[in-house]
Nanobody, 118 residues
Framework: VQLQASGGGFVQAGESLRLSCEYS????????IGWFRQAPGKVREGVSG????????YYSDAVKGRFTISRDNATNTVNLQMNSLKPEDTAVYYC????????????WGQGTQVTVSS
């Protein structure tokens, strides 16, 4: 099983970034894919998630209206479009896969750094 996150970078407040998570090694329809982030000195938090076939999504209050998650099981990719970025969005972002009905992710990818400057 592999999850590979990419797309992080350094941007100014108000700008956009698009994160991608490429996954392999499991049946994608059976797994929700989520994005989490961890800022220095803070606990990891859930940011957004999408169901196995893409018919259900979740956004934390902190990102609702600014971030959009999508997935394409044909290319085994989940994207997180992040608009109107704020300095408080600065964190390492991780993607993770969770089987339907299981409370915690089964697999994690490596992180990608997002830094938003004011």
């Amino acid at each position: 099983v592999q999850l590979q996150a990419s797309g992080g970078g350094f941007v100014q407040a108000g700008e956009s970034l698009r994160l991608s998570c490429e996954y392999s090694g499991f049946a994608p329809d059976n797994y929700c894919i989520g994005w989490f982030r961890q800022a220095p000195g803070k606990v990891r938090e859930g940011v957004s998630g999408i169901s196995g076939v893409g018919d259900g999504t979740y956004y934390s209050d902190a990102v609702k209206g600014r971030f959009t998650i999508s997935r394409d099981n044909a290319t085994n990719t989940v994207n997180l479009q992040m608009n109107s970025l704020k300095p408080e969005d600065t964190a390492v972002y991780y993607c993770a896969a969770r089987r339907f009905g299981v409370p915690s992710p089964d697999y994690w990818g490596q992180g990608t750094q997002v830094t938003v400057s004011s």
